[in-house]
Structures are given as structure tokens and as C-alpha cells.
């Protein structure tokens, strides 16, 4: 296969201007046209060579360059990819790794921080599909952002180089990671991209690397944040010397050759163990944060010292300063030599920040940290360790005490970022199409707590109206002071009361809560008030078919503890709904672990 000296091609970089946007687009989408995944290889990793070389290159493709572009609106940038002989059509997606990156780099809001990706395709020497990864973030001409994107132009930060993972199986993915760091690359972060369910791996490239590009990225589609949170500990690096492919965990615990095979070196696991242990210790010093209203009397930018932060929230300096260093271990909070400044994660426990998870975090260290006290009497019993605490199930518990039940409302909002690509959802856009031609449409949502998600929906599609069912005693504080508010009808009732005559049912975070049976019920109510040409939109964690590691796994625990519910796979609810009267027809990620079901009458 051809390949180029990357000398010859300039990484997208250093200008101020916008105009020049377009020009690093173009040596980008040159620069992926031209590459063989070996010769790349071979020039990212100085050293790597021969069968090493071989097992990478069988392991991971070359799949494309990354730029960082600042449009001020689409059309601009759709003309940009134009000019330089990509696809302007490419459906973008938000970038969530990005976006966080952005934020914490210039200490900003990331809901402020409208970024996309678009993968406009290109092809390889050998008609290889890769693509140029453009990363756009929306600049208006004169906004705030202006000094943001002139820096980014000069540091590049966000250019990088990805390669593919053939097969993102854990082992394999383990040894890739350990080549790249014994080759002298270091981890420089990642995560993970619900929108399009993959895990990015990045690094910073070695010294003596061949290309001018300073960052690469190795991309696993699937959920692979159990690696990712090695990957981002630096376990790899402290493992130099190993063979290619062997897994870290694998090496840490070979006995050695000897005498001392007969003397296993149980610190790594009994450390592990030990961390694993402090868990509820983590989730108490996150609600005390939250209960004392520490984010509330601290900033993102400037550091408050221990005594005025006693003083403000009413604490011992010196108790306060243990709980402190603590929530900076965890990132919750920094610690520099003026005192401490809160993060991007910690800012989330502000009443006051967009997606509040104070709630979240006061639940999560109350009622429901309570009963996990007795999970062992669930594993026992099957009956929830909540029931047994209390005395009767969650949902009646909160009915007795309204300041709980509204905590556990505002608490399910808390994760309202689940519900951010789903008014985009082709149901509910064709809905609002059908709506804005003339025919009235209206969106049914079953148990919608507060409304957040129904008022999001609403809010996106003027077109569209809908029919919040909940309790009597349900506040409507997700559509209060919203536009969508006049377009939305209240209904009170049970699941036996859902309302006929609608074109979309919701039924958001609702058939976790049950066991089998009542989940029938619930969709048979459904099924039978939906029209014939009407869809059902459930949204809910799925149970990973293969058992791979799964937010759904810890809900599916929290569940059967504190509900009776539980989590389940996609052909479960696949099974629930065929025995209801309706047909799965698919289903697509949202953040956080959830997926969106989408099901027909059958």
C-alpha cells in the first residue's frame, strides 16, 4: 500500500482566524486519504517493529484524523465541509468527551458548550471507509466563546489520530493499551459517548513520534469503562516489559519463577478489595457535601480556605478539612495553597446548577442508603430490603411523607441529561412533522413524575401536544414556567387510567420499578389504549446480553433492594411486550447507561 511522510503534512493548527477553519479541514481529510495503518503505527510508536507490529496492526485500523472547527452557525460549517470536498449532509451527534474537556480546560458550564461531531467518510489507498472527525463548536460572531476558540486554534489540543479497535474484547483491549504506554505514549484521559455507545482512549503521543500530530486515540465500541477507569489511574504504566497483547491483570499476578512462586503478592488485590469496601464511605461524604451546602459556598474559579468555609456552612475547620481532602481525591473538589475550589463534578451538588444532582445525592445518602443495610435480607428473601425497613413499599412510604416523596420527584430529574437526545427520537419527529402539516398529534406520558421529559419533548416540537398521568398528589414542576406548560393537559390516575387516543406513549424509568407480572399489566393498559398506528418510546437501562460490566447491573441491584423491580436485557422486554399485544421494534443508546426502546401493536 502508498503511504506519506507525515512530515509533509501539517497537522490542522495555529491560526486565529475562522476563515482558516476550512484550510485545516482540507490537509485533515489529505492527511487520512493517504495513511497505511502499519506505516502509521510504526511512526507513532518509535521502536515498534517486526511481530509486535503485526499483532497491533491485526488488533486496530487506521480510522481517521480529528479538528476542532468553530463555525458560527451549521450553514457555515456545512459550507466549509463543502469547500473542501466533504459531505456536508452528516448527521451530527453531541460530543459529550469533548464538551467536558472544553468545559474543565476554560472552566465553563459544559450545558454552555454546544459541541458536535460529524464523520464526514473518506477513503484510504486501498478504498479503506475511515473518516475526518470534525468537532464543531458553535461560535457566534461576538459571543464569549470567541477567546476560547482562538486558543484551541493555537494549541490543537483536540487534533489526534484514532485507530480502531478490531475486536473490543477486554483482553485484547488491556494489551493495546499496555503496547502503547511501554512505547512510551502516556494516558491522557477518555470516556465514554453514550450517544454512540463507544469508549475513547486517549493519549499523548511519545517524544520521538514521526507525525505531527501530538494526541492518538484508540476507539472500542461498546461500553468499556471498567478499562477506561484503569486506562485513566495509569495501571498500564507502572507494567513496562510485558509481551504484546498480555492484559495487565494478567501479569500482576503470574508467580514468579522460584521460591517465591510460593508467595503470591496479595497487595494489588487486598488494595482493590480495600477500595472496594470504602464504597458506602464515598457515597456518605457526597451527601454530607450536599447536605451541608459546601457547593453553594465555593467556586470554580477562586479557592476559599477551611476556616471561611466552616464559618459559612456551619462546621468544624478541622473535620471539614478531613472531608475536604477527601472530596478532592475524588474530584469532587481542588485543593491548592489558597484553600479549595469546587470542579465541574462537584458543581453538579449546587442546588442552583442546570441537572441539579443534590437530590440525587441526598436520596442516595438517605432513604435508599438506609435500606441498603438490609440487602442481604433481598438476596435472602427476594422482597425488598426497603419493605423490610420500613415497613411497606417505597412508593406508599412516600405517599405517608411528601417532603421524601418530592425529594425522590426532583431526585429522578437530577438525571434528566438521559432525556437530551430523545426529543430527536424519528417517532417524535415524525409526529411534530405530521403535526406541523395539519394533523394534530399528542405525546401520552405514563408516570411522568414532574413532566421533565414530556416538557422537554413538547419544548423542542411546538407542534406537538401531550397528556402528562401521574398520581393526584404529583407536582408539575418539570413544565411549570415552561412554553410547553399550555400545551399539556394533567390527568390523575393509576396505570388502569391511561388514555386512549394518543400517537406516542412515553413510559419513562417506569417498568424497572416492577416484577414481571406488573409489568404486563401496565403494557397491556398501554396496548389497549393505543390506536393502531400509535408507538410506545420506553426508556430504561438494558442488562448487557453478554455480561459485560453495565450501569444497568448496579440499578438492577438498587432495584431489587429498594423496589422489587429490577433491570432487564432487550429480549426480555422483547418477551414482556410480545406477551402484551405489542412488538419491539428496536431500540438506540441515550446517556447514562439508557436506552430507548421503541414498540408497535403487534
Known amino acids: 500500500m502508498r503511504s506519506m511522510d507525515t512530515s509533509t503534512i501539517p497537522a490542522p493548527s495555529s491560526t486565529a482566524s475562522a476563515g482558516d477553519d476550512a484550510a485545516r479541514l482540507r490537509a485533515t481529510a489529505g492527511f487520512v486519504r493517504e495513511q497505511d495503518t502499519s506505516a502509521l503505527l510504526s511512526r507513532v510508536l518509535p521502536g515498534l517493529d517486526g511481530p509486535e507490529l503485526r499483532a497491533l496492526t491485526d488488533q486496530c485500523s487506521f480510522a481517521h484524523a480529528a479538528v476542532l472547527v468553530f463555525p458560527p452557525d451549521e450553514p457555515a460549517l456545512r459550507a466549509q465541509l463543502t469547500a473542501c470536498g466533504l459531505a456536508p449532509d452528516a448527521r451530527p451527534q453531541p460530543s459529550v468527551v469533548v464538551r467536558q474537556r472544553l468545559a ?3 472552566r465553563l458550564d459544559a450545558a454552555d458548550l454546544d459541541v458536535r461531531i460529524l464523520r464526514p467518510v473518506v477513503h484510504g489507498p486501498a478504498g479503506e471507509r475511515r473518516a475526518v472527525e470534525v468537532f464543531a463548536l458553535t461560535t457566534p460572531t461576538g459571543s464569549g466563546l470567541s477567546g476560547v476558540a482562538a486558543h484551541e486554534r493555537g494549541a490543537d ?232 425497613l420500613y415497613g411497606e413499599n417505597h412508593f406508599d412510604y412516600f405517599a405517608r411523607h411528601p417532603e421524601l416523596a418530592a425529594l425522590f420527584d426532583r431526585s429522578m430529574a437530577s438525571s434528566a441529561a438521559i ?110 389504549a393505543m390506536p393502531e398506528h400509535a408507538d410506545l418510546l420506553v426508556v430504561e437501562r438494558l442488562l448487557p446480553e453478554d455480561g459485560t460490566p453495565s450501569l444497568a447491573t448496579a440499578w438492577d441491584l438498587h432495584m431489587l433492594c429498594n423496589t422489587g423491580g429490577r433491570e432487564r436485557t432487550a429480549g426480555h422486554y422483547a418477551r414482556l411486550l410480545g406477551e402484551s399485544g405489542l412488538e419491539l421494534v428496536g431500540h438506540t443508546p441515550l446517556p447514562l447507561g439508557a436506552h430507548t426502546l421503541h414498540a408497535r401493536r403487534a
Open 104 to 106: 474543565a480546560r476554560h
Open 157 to 388: 489540543h483536540e487534533a489526534h489520530l484514532a485507530f480502531d479497535v478490531t475486536r473490543p474484547d477486554p483482553l485484547v483491549l488491556r494489551g493495546l493499551l499496555a503496547s502503547f504506554v511501554r512505547h512510551g505514549a502516556a494516558a491522557d484521559g477518555g470516556g465514554y459517548n453514550p450517544h454512540e455507545d463507544g469508549t475513547v482512549f486517549y493519549f499523548t503521543a511519545p517524544a520521538g513520534t514521526k507525525t505531527t500530530y501530538r494526541r492518538v486515540e484508540l476507539y472500542a465500541g461498546g461500553d468499556h469503562r471498567d478499562v477506561l477507569s484503569e486506562h485513566l489511574a495509569g495501571r498500564y504504566a507502572a507494567l513496562p516489559g510485558g509481551r504484546s497483547g498480555e492484559p495487565a491483570a494478567g501479569r500482576a499476578h503470574r508467580p514468579a519463577a522460584g521460591p517465591a512462586a510460593r508467595q503470591p503478592d496479595v497487595s494489588q488485590p487486598a488494595e482493590t478489595l480495600l477500595r472496594l469496601l470504602t464504597g458506602a464511605w464515598t457515597t456518605q461524604a457526597l451527601a454530607t457535601c450536599a447536605r451541608l451546602r459546601l457547593p453553594e459556598a465555593m467556586d470554580l474559579d477562586t479557592a476559599t480556605g477551611t476556616a471561611e468555609l466552616a464559618r459559612t456552612v456551619g462546621a468544624h475547620p478541622q473535620s471539614l478539612a478531613t472531608l475536604l481532602r477527601y472530596l478532592a481525591m475524588l474530584g469532587v473538589v481542588s485543593e491548592d495553597q489558597d484553600g479549595f475550589r469546587l470542579t465541574p463534578v462537584g458543581a453538579l451538588l449546587d442546588t442552583a446548577a442546570p441537572a441539579s444532582m443534590r437530590p440525587l445525592a441526598l436520596m442516595y445518602g438517605g432513604a435508599f442508603y438506609q435500606s441498603f443495610a438490609h440487602l442481604a435480607h433481598s438476596v435472602r428473601t427476594g422482597r425488598p430490603g426497603f419493605d423490610h
Open 419 to 528: 432525556f437530551e437526545p430523545l426529543p430527536d427520537h424519528p417517532v417524535l419527529t415524525a409526529a411534530a412533522d405530521a403535526a406541523a402539516a395539519g394533523t394534530p398529534r399528542t405525546v401520552v406520558d405514563v408516570a411522568g413524575g414532574t413532566g421533565e421529559l414530556l416538557g422537554r419533548i413538547l419544548t423542542a416540537h411546538p407542534s406537538l401536544h401531550g397528556i402528562l398521568l401521574e398520581r393526584p398528589e404529583a407536582a408539575r414542576a418539570g413544565l411549570a414556567g415552561t412554553t410547553a406548560a399550555g400545551r399539556c393537559a394533567f390527568r390523575a390516575g393509576t396505570f388502569a387510567d391511561v388514555p386512549a387516543g394518543g400517537d406516542v406513549y412515553v413510559l419513562s424509568r417506569v417498568l424497572h420499578d416492577w416484577d414481571d407480572d406488573r409489568c404486563r399489566s401496565i403494557l397491556r393498559h398501554c396496548a389497549q
